[in-house]
């Protein structure tokens, strides 16, 4: 989609490009590109802020151009009664700011961001995996207690009877221990069954 702006730098050109920035943020596309410069570029002074549309676009542009220029390609705009813009207008800020504040970061070089391990965080790693598998030894397993709490369906339940039904539960390694009724309310009891 190629645009075309006319007199650019007159009222009524200025005036067309407010417009067409009303519902955009960039000339052409979602980011900042080769086209915007272009129309950067063609205006020779900073639109007024009676245009505020093309203000506001026209100080993004210079602020990033400012900091990172732009990379972007873009449609091809064209731009009709302005004088013909050189490369050199549209050319992105020095390579050699970027350089320097290269320069200045190449000191935190020495800090993994990605997480690449060096030798020496290799073999750290590898000296503390044989630490833990040298302590954990096999152990035996702990024993455990359990309380087991037998609620009656009903105050007429036999309570010696179903705690031999509980107790005819047999599985390896389950030893029954002590038993004890335990009052729950005015006349229901709790046959609480203790099993290491």
Sequence with gaps: MAVAFHDINS??????????LLTRSYITGY???????????????PPSSEFVNASRWYNHIAALLR?????????GVTIEGSAPITGEAVATPP??????????????SDVDLFGEETEEEKKAAEERAA???ASTKKKES????????????D????????????????????????????PVG?????HSIKYD
């Design 11 to 20: 009222a009524a050109g200025l005036k067309k490009l407010d417009q067409y």
């Design 31 to 45: 980011q900042a590109s080769k086209d915007d410069i272009t129309v950067h570029a063609a205006l020779s002074k």
């Design 67 to 75: 900091i990172s220029g732009v990379s972007e390609g873009g449609c």
């Design 95 to 108: 390579a050699g700011d970027s350089k320097a504040s290269a320069a200045e970061d190449d000191d935190d």
């Design 131 to 133: 630490a833990v598998k």
């Design 142 to 153: 702990g024993k455990s207690s359990v309380l087991l709490d037998v609620k009656p369906w």
């Design 155 to 182: 105050d007429e339940t036999d309570m010696k009877k179903l705690e031999e039904a509980v107790r005819s539960v047999e599985v390896e390694g389950l030893h029954w221990g002590a038993s004890k009724l335990v």
């Design 186 to 190: 005015v006349v229901t009891l709790l």
